[in-house]
């Protein structure tokens, strides 16, 4: 299990997620975010055990200062949309895959938003891609971000070349 680094700048990414079980896929968000050296915060907030603490943590994250929240749950997946309908913050949804189903269960609870209350909504697993879309969201209003994320798209293509080459001898 990853543990949360402590960084004392004010969060600008909220990672939450409907269970502690959820970590070992939302972890992935969490390292990209430390990667690109975003201050980021994680927190467990369960859309049907703790629909008050959901609520309230909506409702405060703009004025806490975030900038975008990544949100993770499995099989009635229903925390990002809820978390959706009270900021109007960019919410990313991950859909975490559970034991049933391979996930697709907690892809189409979050994916099948109604109209005026979106969620962009990653692949199952796919929290690395959400802390990507929110570094991207970031780098808008941040052109150093954007210098990153061009050299992250680079070694993705020499990883892809180094491969191919080693793949011909
Ligand atoms: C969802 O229920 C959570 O997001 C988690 O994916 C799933 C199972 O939770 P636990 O029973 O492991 O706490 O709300």
Avoid: C
């Avoid at 968000?29 to 994680?42: H, K």
């Avoid at 109604?114 to 570094?135: M, Q, R």
């Amino acid at each position: 299990m990853v543990s949360v680094p402590k960084d004392s700048r004010s969060p600008l990414v909220g990672v939450v997620m409907g269970s502690d079980s959820d970590w070992n896929v939302m972890s992935d968000a969490a390292q990209l975010l430390a990667d690109f050296e975003i201050p980021y915060e994680v927190e467990v907030v369960s859309a049907h055990r703790t629909p008050e603490k959901m609520i309230a943590y909506g409702k405060t994250a703009a004025d806490r200062g975030l900038k975008v929240i990544i949100a993770g749950a499995g099989g009635a997946a229903h925390l990002p949309g809820m978390l959706a309908s009270v900021t109007t913050l960019p919410v990313v949804g991950v859909p975490v895959p559970l034991g049933h189903l391979d996930g697709l269960d907690s892809l189409l609870s979050i994916v099948q938003m109604p109209a005026g209350v979106p969620v962009a909504t990653v692949s199952i697993g796919g929290a690395k891609n959400a802390g990507l879309v929110a570094v991207k969201i970031l780098a808008t209003a941040t052109p150093e971000l954007t210098g990153r994320l061009a050299s992250y798209a680079e070694g993705l293509a020499a990883l892809v070349e180094r491969k191919n080459t080693d793949l011909q001898s």
